[in-house]
């Protein structure tokens, strides 16, 4: 799957010089005739009847043949072609860019990628084809950790044992070891990690009084307000994420939203208001101020 080795058996040692190993190369994804000329990858001992290719580019589907070197100079025929193929590179730029309700992820594919495979805090979220973008549509109040892993059918073959027909499994672990071998530790190439996360989710809120009367004391009302907590495991701090937050009221039904305090700092969860009007009825409610970065999910 890193790199090819080739074994062939000889039924004429006594006469055998050398070997000639040659291969023609072209990207899993290109047309099959984009490249059809044989280049000489090797020339071996008589002796050796195996061969590592370690210069064949990631992600190629590649065509071998061997051919034998006599003694007296001549060449013998070319054997039977064999077929093998290199799983692609790991993709490269993963960026995570966070808006309202859902975070948005975009990357490069490496040459030979047929399919891509997006991991959310370390596991398998969604199988797509050979694209370069991605929405996580989560809801509010999220924050997550994204890797990618560009694929192909040989990459297949060495997760499952397929290399049509089947997928690894949504919510494996992008660390799961899938095969054993002594070049790899058999593991996916994943891209490396990138963070994002949503706006805040709506917080819980409250006030000590609901009606205020005519009396020689402050007209006022204490409001309260607890943010709400996060999903995911996105490794953008908490403060962060819900920097700060924006409260408004209306005094009676009919009357329109103002604004009370704006962008009061996270660690800060109750206020008094004392700009309310004698025998209202007030409805309060917090949200994240506005236009902070943090809100609009944006590290």
């Not at 099959?32 to 000489?40: L, P």
């Not at 050979?130 to 809801?139: E, I, L, Q, R």
Request: glycine share 8%; with cysteine.
């Amino acid at each position: 799957m890193d790199a090819p080795i080739l074994r062939w058996l000889d039924s004429t040692p006594a006469v055998t010089q050398s070997w000639l190993v040659k291969r023609v190369a072209n990207p899993e994804c290109a047309a099959q005739a984009a490249h059809t000329t044989w280049t000489q990858v090797a020339t071996l001992p008589g002796a050796t009847l195996t061969f590592t290719d370690s210069t064949l580019p990631a992600g190629s589907t590649a065509v071998y043949v061997v051919q034998a070197v006599l003694k007296d100079g001549s060449t013998g025929p070319t054997s039977n072609q064999a077929v093998t193929c290199l799983r692609p590179a790991k993709a490269t730029g993963l960026v995570a860019t966070g808006s309202t309700t859902s975070i948005g992820l975009s990357w490069t594919n490496p040459a030979g990628t047929t399919a891509v495979d997006v991991y959310r805090d370390g596991l398998l979220l969604a199988h797509l084809g050979a694209v370069t973008t991605y929405t996580d549509s989560t809801g509010y109040g999220h924050s997550h950790t994204y890797a990618v892993v560009a694929s192909n059918r040989w990459e297949l073959l060495a997760m499952t044992g397929f290399q049509t027909g089947h997928t690894v499994p949504v919510g494996d672990a992008l660390a799961k070891t899938y095969f054993t071998a002594a070049s790899s530790d058999g593991r996916r190439l994943a891209s490396g990690t990138t963070t994002a996360y949503t706006a805040p989710a709506a917080p819980t809120t409250g006030a000590s009084a609901t009606r205020a009367v005519p009396s020689t004391s402050t007209n006022s009302a204490t409001v309260y307000w607890k943010p709400a907590g996060w999903t995911g495991s996105g490794t953008t701090p908490v403060a962060t994420r819900d920097a700060t937050w924006s409260t408004e009221r209306h005094q009676s039904a009919t009357s329109v939203w103002t604004a009370v305090w704006t962008k009061t700092a996270r660690t800060t969860t109750s206020k008094v208001d004392t700009g309310r009007t004698w025998g209202d009825v007030v409805p309060t409610g917090s949200r994240p101020a506005t236009p902070s970065a943090a809100d609009r999910g944006r590290p």
